[in-house]
């Protein structure tokens, strides 16, 4: 058995509402003859003459009253599926959005965006899970909604990608540290005692790197897999933490910064998200609050 023709709802649909064959013509704007060779199509399609002459008029069938409001209903529903989407009722959405951040987006951006979304969405909860990686299944499986992040080589090619805000590394120590004072030179800096933040893959960075350029070695006195694990080790001890510096803000507050003296290329910090969602109105929504509150937050 073929698939039903579907256009015949629409013809349907404009037949009952008119209950005239020139009316339903004129809606559709189709020929009256058009519209008849639809009317007997339709009548072979349910096995019903639908409309039937009255006098001067067409009346319908107890099948065709039957149908009248559901095929009404069916077509505003596709054509309700059919159109643009909407923008975001936000008084109304009730939603989980998860998002993965890179270490320190959740302490320097977190409060606003929750304090933003919460004065335009109060049903939107945002929802903040670690990022120890750049696997890009997690975004692919809908399991993670947004992301941040410096975009890596292996990001998958389908992934919608937005620059976010730009980022450096600087170094901090206490207040009272040697580096708190004076000019901070390659060879000053490199003669410290150093915290290295371990990546996963990356043997050495780019701060080892640029050392390297100058002749230099900096001295690492311990490993952490994290910047706030850095700079809690930096505020106790006289050790150096090299960390960036807008995703460190509040965790650096009674610290010393400075900016490196070694020539760095910035980081471009993203958002990251699924095509499937580019369109949806509630993650566009979501998608221009991170871009505000980032780019308010100097």
Known sequence: MSPPDLNLLITLDALLAEGSVAGAARRLRLSPSAMSRALARLR???????????????????????????????????????????????????????LRTSEGFVENFGPAL????????PGVRLRFVRKPDKDSAPLRDGSVDLETGVVGKNAAPELRVQALFRDRFIGVV???????????????????????VERPGQARGAIDEALDALGLTRRIITLVDGFAAALALARASDLIASVPERHTGILRSGLHSFPLPLALPELTVSLLWHPRLDADPAHRWLRGLVRAVCGAER
């Open 114 to 121: 929750i304090a933003r979304a919460g004065e335009e969405a």
């Open 44 to 98: 072979d399609t349910t096995g019903d003459p639908l409309l039937l002459r009255a006098g001067r008029g067409l009346v319908p069938t107890p099948r065709a009253i039957e149908l009248r409001d559901r095929v009404s209903q069916l077509v505003q529903d596709a054509n309700a599926v059919l159109r643009p989407a909407e923008d975001a009722r936000l008084g109304q959405l009730e939603r989980t959005f998860t």
């Open 174 to 196: 206490q207040p009272g540290h040697d580096l708190a004072r004076g000019e901070v030179t390659p060879a000053r800096y490199a003669a410290g005692r150093h915290i290295r």
